[in-house]
């Protein structure tokens, strides 16, 4: 009893000596460099007064504190982007920032403590107590920056942080090129501040203290920059019995106390422990620990084909019974591998053995001010995954992600296609006369070279040990410099991963061997959604698009009542609309009768929306593995108030073209080729689907439906089967109005695997029964299962006519606006007669009263209590 009593007492000592780590995320001020002439050994000195300082937003932009200060307007409204001065105009030193935070904190023992700036842009001047805390000036944007400050911290435990922050040093003309001049592009920082076709500049170029600011205090050791790599051999299924898995940890360790130090350095992962004694001298070390064998483990596999199961490893160095730092992960067990194919001629990726068609979106950056949140974060990878897509590629002009964005993905099973900082428009791939300097001069862009490589190093290792992390890319649609391209590829992530395939850029033939011609992407603007089925393009492309403007609600969010004017076919559209970079809807808008207003607009653009994206994943899925390993939509969503490429605004409520892909990109799917009406359907599972039945109706105007046909019959896993075509009897029925398809998946049990309905145009390309169309009264009720979880039917009675493209929205009853985000397992759905719909709505926060709108095209609105 008394041994397990100091076993006990051993434990808890243990555990009570954890790493110490917090973030300084309030309580900061700032002002501008204008505004004072002390020098940073003043100002880092409690005795200095800070009367009239501004509060300012650390994390954030200079921008973003100025706004909330209510110093600058919106920029994200209306033409209030215009009102801002712009950084090209005013000069550096309007957004040349000091930012100063007191906190407290004092060392004991053998404590060592460190502060920590995850990202500054540009440069910085960093202060404490009076002292120079960094001896060279930090430069560069996408760069962490740690420093030992256990000797400038004062006794008294009251201390003062002093940062000067110095905007990108070539910040660009904005001058409607794509990165505005270019120039932008000389430092290492977001070149899609000086605006691109998709948002208009950004004023301050993201100047600020952009990224997490930390302590961290340690027992001597600091153990850094964890590398996990996992091996899964062969080929594995989900929910197997699994063989075993191969876990490879290595770390950093850093000792400042200028002695040598022993110990135990172990790791801990599914009740395993993994030690091994080191003597760590006075310097950093690089330690691999032994392999760990791991039976049977839980494999995390992409969304559509598996679990994402996900294990915490927690490492620690111990010495004489005291833990002197540790470091948590959560890691997924999963091998990614590349394997050409040679009838696409694409690269075909592979996870734990198994092919996995890409159903991918393009991602920008979640905020263009950089305000990002774990729950904002978590949102839209959320509607990733709700759109059935598996993967997410970052686009080169922004950043490399933060580990948060990273942790979602992990949690919802998106694999990353992660660019790194360059960019074709303002690199140097094409001649263009925007640009302030030639193209051989851009495409040695950026100016310090060096510094892009120590950026690589330090964020390779940041990122490196997330499941979703799938596939690095040198650039967008162009290649770095071939002296960082060469160490990048040959010696930094052989070195630093050696597990993920680098794409030299995002276009590349090595990706996708584009013998169409071209510059193997594109295109972006609205199309004939029988294109997406009859057009042979890219085998794997990383850029295919249409349009995305939100609903008449979202529209109002950001678009003044005097502007809200629907845009007409072949005319420029009204100013607000053109400076959010409207696409014209053209002649897709009108088969559904002439837009009378916004509202109007707004609805009948929903329609094309659905359409678009259903229309090109399932073309796109048709020709699976016969012209294509995968595609990538640019771009599924913005990071401001834009009116093109996304399933959801800025503020996070969605649109058709989400639910349109969604059922496009449904892992087992149901559809109709619209060139032969040829019912298919597409398995992307990874086993064989047996005894289906595959069933068609269709519907006239007035509801009276026509039975075709319904066969049982299998699909393989990880195919596309034709079953019949609709060709004939489609031609048969009258179709002056246009009529609705019905397509069902049913198993054994009678239950629906997969449904679909197509509207079809009448003879002349209109939609004349759509416009006649008349109401159909739906029956609606919603019930809350369980906290943030609603169960809404919907029910069309017999003798009704389809109720046709209905969008529910959850809101608070109070304010009447729409609660956001909200989660919905389907909307914009289409109840046929005699037929009910049940879908689950998931939201989060806390409204004091919960209700729920409904309307359709020929639905009226109404709203509904949540019972």
């Known amino acids: ?71 600058v307007p ?12 712009d950084i090209y105009k005013t000069g550096n030193d309007h957004y040349t920032y000091w930012f100063v935070k007191d906190f407290d904190e004092k060392v004991s ?77 000389k430092d290492l920082t977001t070149q899609y501040t000086a605006g691109w076709d998709w948002i208009q500049p950004t004023r301050d170029r993201n100047t600020g203290i952009w990224d997490k600011v930390t302590i961290e205090k340690t027992k001597g050791i600091n153990i850094q920059n964890p590398h996990v790599v996992t091996l899964v051999p062969g080929k594995r299924l989900p929910d197997a019995k699994q063989q075993p898995a191969t876990i490879k940890v290595s770390v950093e360790v850093e000792n400042p106390t200028g002695r040598p130090i022993s110990g135990v350095l172990q790791y801990e992962i599914a009740g395993k422990v993994v030690k091994k004694n080191v003597t760590i001298s006075a310097a950093n070390s690089e330690i691999k620990l032994p392999d760990l064998t791991l039976e049977n483990p839980k494999l995390w596999w992409p969304s559509g084909y598996g679990k994402q199961d996900l294990y915490p490893l927690n490492i620690k160095f111990i010495c004489a019974n005291q833990v002197l730092d540790r470091e948590n992960l959560t890691i997924g067990i999963r091998q990614i591998d590349n394997i050409w194919n040679e009838r696409t001629q694409s690269m075909g990726a592979y996870v734990n053995g198994q092919k996995i068609f890409i159903k991918g979106g393009n991602w920008i950056i979640s905020d263009a001010m950089l305000r990002f949140s774990d729950a904002r974060y978590d949102a839209e990878v959320r509607y990733h995954k709700d759109m059935n897509l598996n993967l997410i590629r970052i686009w080169g002009g922004a950043i490399l992600e933060r580990p948060e964005f990273y942790n979602a993905c992990d949690k919802y099973g998106l694999l990353v296609f ?22 051989w001069t851009r495409r040695n862009y950026p100016d310090n070279h060096p510094l892009v490589l120590t950026a690589v190093e330090d964020q390779v290792k940041m990122i490196r040990n997330h499941a979703s992390l799938a596939f690095w890319c040198g650039g967008n649609e162009i290649t770095p410099p071939e002296d960082i391209l060469g160490p990048l590829k040959n010696e930094i992530l052989p070195r630093l991963d050696g597990t993920r395939k680098l794409f030299d850029f995002s276009n590349s033939d090595e990706m996708s061997y584009n013998t169409i011609g071209g510059n193997g992407d594109g295109p972006y603007g609205i199309q004939d959604p029988k294109s997406f089925w009859a057009v042979k393009t890219f085998p794997y492309n990383s850029e295919v698009g249409s349009v995305g403007v939100g609903d008449y609600e979202s529209l109002e969010r950001f678009i003044p009542q005097e502007n809200l004017i629907a845009p007409q076919f072949k005319s ?37 929306n659905y359409d678009q994206y259903r229309a090109l994943m399932e073309g796109f899925s048709n020709k699976m593995w016969d012209w294509y390993t995968g595609t990538i939509i640019w771009k599924t969503q913005n990071p401001w108030t834009a ?171 109070v304010s009447g606006k729409r609660i956001l985000p909200a989660f919905y397992d389907d909307n914009y759905v289409s109840i046929l007669p005699g037929e009910s719909k049940t879908i689950m709505v998931e939201y989060t926060g806390s409204p004091s009263d919960v209700a729920l709108e409904v309307y359709g095209w020929n639905v009226e609105r109404q709203r509904v209590n949540i019972r």
């Not at 000195?45 to 800070?50: D, E, K, S, T």
């Open 1 to 71: 009893m008394r041994k397990l009593f100091l076993y006990l007492l051993l434990m808890v000592g243990l555990s009570t000596q954890a790493q110490q780590r917090y973030e300084l995320n309030t309580g900061w001020l700032c002002t501008n460099i204008i505004e004072t002439n002390a020098n940073g050994n003043q100002i880092s000195n409690r005795g200095f007064a800070l009367n009239n300082w501004l509060p300012a937003t650390v994390p954030g932009t200079v921008l973003t504190t100025l706004l909330n200060n209510k110093k």
């Open 74 to 85: 919106d920029p994200f409204y209306g033409m209030n982007n215009e009102k801002i001065p």
């Open 109 to 185: 023992g053998n404590e060592q403590v460190w502060l920590q700036f995850r990202g500054i842009n540009y440069k910085a001047e960093i202060f404490l107590n009076g002292k120079k805390v960094n001896a060279q000036t930090h430069v560069g944007m996408h760069l962490r920056a740690k420093y030992n400050i256990t000797k400038l911290l004062l006794a008294t435990g009251k201390n003062r942080l002093a940062v000067i922050v110095f905007p990108p040093g070539f910040p660009g003309n904005p001058n409607g090129g794509q990165g505005g001049d270019g120039k932008i592009a």
């Open 418 to 439: 992660q660019d790194f900082w360059f960019s074709g428009d303002c690199n140097g791939r094409w001649v263009d006369p925007l640009k302030k300097e030639d193209q």
């Open 572 to 608: 420029k559209p009204d100013s607000v609309w053109d400076y959010h970079k409207y696409i014209g809807y053209d002649q897709y808008i009108n088969p559904y009768g002439k837009a009378k207003d916004a509202k109007d607009f707004a609805m009948k653009a929903q329609l094309v």
């Open 643 to 813: 009116l093109r490429g996304q399933m959801y605004d800025y503020y996070l409520d969605p649109n058709a073209c989400l639910y349109g892909l969604r059922k496009g990109s449904e892992p087992l799917h149901i559809m109709m080729n619209p060139l032969d009406s040829m019912v298919t359907v597409v398995n992307n599972g990874l086993t064989d689907r047996n005894n289906l039945m595959v069933q068609a109706k269709i519907y006239d105007m007035d509801g009276k439906d026509y039975f075709y046909s319904q066969v049982f019959n299998s699909i393989g896993a990880s195919s596309v089967r034709r079953f019949f075509p609709m060709n004939d009897f489609l031609k048969k029925l009258d179709k002056k109005d246009g009529v609705f398809v019905s397509l069902k998946l049913l198993n054994e049990k009678q239950e629906t695997l997969s449904e679909n309905i197509y509207w079809l145009a009448d003879n002349e390309g209109n939609y004349k029964g759509l416009q006649d169309i008349k109401s159909a009264s739906l029956k609606v009720t919603a019930i809350e299962k369980s906290k943030g979880k609603i169960e809404v039917s919907l029910s069309n009675a017999n003798g009704n006519p389809v109720a046709f493209f209905n969008r529910i929205a959850l809101m608070d009853a």
